[in-house]
């Protein structure tokens, strides 16, 4: 008489968990061991998604969803964990479309920030620094008798911006407007691409804009 195939299910949970050839039984001829938590009786065959659960004297087919993420209509993301859990009404495969234009539009404004970062130095201290700067150069090309000790900012400048507080004012509004002409641009971008992307009626749209994203950069 051939093995029989011992079926061995999980102690908790009842879940098939593999399956074996029975061990003769040394100690009677002819017949064959039965572990722990398995049993003889073949289970049904499992569907998709489909598993088998021991009851405790017969097979059941349960739901198997195990490790699935899926997505609910407020854009929330779950995963079912366990078998036997299936997936609740209205579950979507894959983010519903405002989910995936809020995660857009939040790459986008990343990637913008990023392109901004290229050109200036990020802090609240330096943003103060810029500002200052542009303050102290703006007033020193007005004024038509300039005292150093008023471009304090300017001054410290020197030798790196320039030889005296007339050329480092002139570099620091010709770096405004450079700026200006840049960050313009980015925020031009910025904001076309998220009107595109809250326009978009699918996935492979929102993709492809994010692909097509081309920021300006630094000569």
């Known amino acids: 008489m051939p093995a029989p195939t011992v079926y061995f299910f999980d102690q908790s949970t009842g879940l098939l968990s593999?399956?074996?050839l029975a061990d003769a039984n040394p100690l009677s001829d002819g017949d064959y061991l039965l572990p722990a938590f398995s049993t003889l009786v073949a289970p049904p065959a499992a569907g998709t998604h489909e598993t088998a659960r021991w009851t405790g004297n017969a097979w059941e087919l349960v739901p198997d969803f195990r490790g699935q993420t899926y997505w609910l209509?407020?854009?929330s993301q779950h995963m079912v964990l366990d078998a036997g859990e299936p997936l609740p009404p209205g579950a979507l495969p894959e983010p519903p479309l405002s989910r995936l234009k809020a995660d857009a539009c939040l790459k986008i404004d990343i990637a913008a920030e990023a392109a901004r970062m290229q050109f200036i130095t990020p802090g609240e201290g330096q943003a103060w620094t810029y500002q200052r700067k542009e303050r102290e150069a703006e007033a020193f090309i007005a004024a038509s008798n300039p005292d150093a000790a008023d471009y304090p900012v300017l001054a410290a400048c020197i030798?790196?911006?320039?030889?005296?507080?007339?050329?480092?004012?002139?570099?620091?509004?010709t770096a405004r407007d450079a700026w200006l002409q840049?960050?313009?641009?980015i925020e031009g971008i910025r904001r076309a691409a998220k009107t595109q992307v809250e326009a978009a009626v699918d996935a492979a749209a929102?993709?492809?804009?994010?692909?097509g994203?081309?920021?300006p950069a630094p000569q």
Do not use: E, F, H
Not at 182 to 185: E, L, Y
């Open 213 to 215: 994203l081309n920021w």
């Open 159 to 173: 030798p790196g911006d320039g030889s005296d507080l007339a050329t480092v004012a002139q570099t620091v509004l």
């Open 73 to 75: 209509d407020d854009g």
């Open 18 to 20: 593999g399956t074996a």
């Open 206 to 211: 929102i993709q492809t804009i994010l692909d």
């Open 182 to 185: 840049v960050g313009a641009a």
